[in-house]
Structures are given as C-alpha cells and as structure tokens.
C-alpha cells in the first residue's frame, strides 16, 4: 500500500429528528392535552487524533462520512434520542481544510486534538413544548474537506539520491528503509527516532530531491511538506565520484529548499558528508571545509559506522 499523504472526503452530520404531534385526553377537565415530544439532535462529524495512525491510505476509499440523525419525538412528551456522532481518527499531524472557501479548519498538531467539522441539526419540537403547532428540525451541516498530512519530527534529513539518507536513519534508528543502489529507492518519507543522552529526537527522511524538484522535478517536491514542521536540518552530502560535487549539491539543495518555501532556508542546520571511507573522499571533504568555513560539517561513513557519534552529539545538542 502507498504512502497516503492527502485526500478528500464529504461529511454529513446528522439531521435533526422531527417532533411528534400527539395529544391525550385530560378526564377531570375533558380537554385534549398537546404531548408531543421533541426530537433528538443530530450527530456530529469530529476529527481527532489517532498517535497510531501512521498516514491517511484508511480514508482513501471512504469517501463518504455521515453521523447518524437525530430519533423522532414520541407521545407522552418523549424526547427523541440524539444521533451518534461519527468519528474520524487520523494522525496527528494533519491539517484540515474547508473545500468550499479552503479556510483552514484545525491543524491536529498536539497528540490529544479533536475538532468537530460539522455539527449536527437540532431536532424538531413537539407539539408538547410549542403548545401548537410543530417546529421542523434543522439538517446538519454538510461539508467537502482536503486533509493534509504534514510529518511531526524534529529533525528533517535532505539530499540528493543515493547520498545516504536511508542508510544514515537505517543505522542511527533501527529502522527498515529499502536500500539499493539506483535513485530515488525511497518513495515515501520515513520516520526514526535517535536516543542519546537521555533525549529522544524524532527524524523525518523524505524522497533524495534533485535540481528543479520545486517544480514537481523528481519525487522530492511531493513530500517537502514533511520537513516544513521540523526545527533543523540535516544536509547530507555523499563524497563518491558517483554523487555530484558537494559543494554544487548543498547549493541546489538550498536553492530548492528556499524556492519551495523560503522560511525552510531560515532554520539550523548542519551538514554530514558521507562515505569517508572512500579514497576520494578526504580531498572532496578537505575542499568542501574550506569552501564552507561557517558551516557545522561532520565527516562520516555510514559504511564502516564511523563518526556516528558526534552526529548524535550535535543533533542532541539542539534539543538539550
């Protein structure tokens, strides 16, 4: 099953139950009584969080959401029971959206966040409360709405195909990302956690991104999104004389970072160039270091696992 980062869906409250017109036969003063009861509201559609819920694919072929309508009034002035509300779990992460006006409903950013999109309709009175004639219910709200999932993780990880960004997740979080030896092998964002020093940093790796990805060039401009909520990022650059030249790489990288979205360039970074334990690589890393004298670089070989440490240091470092 893909990776189901968006999708649209039509929700339906419940409408109200309508109202009961009725009367008995009051003896001591031989008069009919109105008793009609009210009906009962309808459901409410509510979105909330599910921490479990890894993407949105369990909404991709439920289209169609409706709470259930409000009971009918009875006799002997009998309230109508409320509909039930439908609920729509989702991951936290995910940002809601009106199609209709596309106003942005809730953000699901904390793990406890609920939002109810559409409120169910008020049932109808009974001739019991009106003393008269009936009051028809009200329908409940109906609405077309755009989720978006947009990955919580502290730390984003950025890169050109094949420069070791799977491989860099695989080592530091245990995870289980596809490695091979041809672009573009990652075709959904990953999601690791790095405990060191007793923190626990949450990482996002998405698709390698390439010149021209803000324009949809490639798989990377699909899931930039992911890294918008992070609060660094991690560059990395490969050093074999298969990768592009380091120091052109991290500048497209930039470069694309800053045409998706300009607020990506202004966050931290640091940059790890890997694959140190090629032969060519120590002269690449000697050039990229002088041509990059502000810039936090940490030499690694995810190969031989060497320098993982220091890489943990720094990332630590900025959430100590």
């Known amino acids: 099953m893909s990776f189901i980062d968006q999708t649209k869906t039509y929700v339906k409250a419940g409408d109200g139950g309508k109202g009961c017109f009725s009367f008995y036969f009051h003896k001591p003063t031989a008069r ?6 009210d009906g009962g509201d309808g459901g409410d559609v509510i979105i909330k969080v599910n921490q479990n819920l890894w993407d949105l694919t369990h909404l991709k072929y439920k289209k169609h959401q409706k709470a259930e309508r409000g009971h009918h009034g009875g006799s002997n002035n009998k309230t109508g029971k409320r509909g039930k509300d439908k609920v729509i779990e989702v991951p936290q992460g995910t940002v809601i959206r009106d199609l209709g006006n596309s106003l ?19 049932g109808g009175r009974g001739n019991g409360s009106t003393k008269s004639e009936l009051r028809a219910p009200k329908p409940g709200e109906e609405k077309n709405l755009f989720l978006e999932l947009k990955l919580l993780a502290q730390v984003g990880l950025v890169g050109f195909p094949n420069a070791g960004k799977t491989t860099f997740l695989n080592t ?6 596809r490695i091979a030896s041809y672009p573009f092998t990652t075709l959904e964002p990953q999601l690791g956690v790095i405990w060191h020093n007793n923190c626990a940093v949450k990482i996002a790796d998405i698709p390698g991104l390439i010149e021209g990805a803000h324009r949809g060039k490639g798989l990377g401009h699909l899931f930039l999104k992911h890294i918008q909520r992070t609060e660094i990022l991690v560059f990395i650059l490969g050093l074999d004389d298969t990768d592009p030249d380091p120091l052109n790489a991290f500048e497209v990288l930039r470069g694309e970072l800053e045409k998706f979205n300009p607020a990506l360039v202004e966050k931290k970074f640091f940059v790890i160039a890997n694959k140190m334990d090629l032969p060519c690589a120590e002269k690449k890393f000697q ?11 940490l030499p690694v070989s995810l190969a031989s696992k060497t320098g993982l440490i220091a890489v943990k240091d ?5 959430f100590n």
Do not use: F, H, N, W
């Not at 942005?104 to 008020?122: H, N, Q, T, W």
């Not at 050039?287 to 670089?297: C, E, F, Q, S």
């Open 287 to 297: 050039t990229l270091t002088a041509m990059l004298p502000t810039v936090d670089l």
């Open 314 to 318: 720094k990332i630590a470092e900025y």
């Open 104 to 122: 942005l409903i809730r953000d699901l950013s904390m793990p406890a966040d609920y939002v109810a999109v559409a409120k169910g309709g008020r």
């Open 32 to 37: 009919r009584v109105p008793d009609g009861g």
């Open 172 to 177: 530091l979080c245990q995870t289980k990302g």
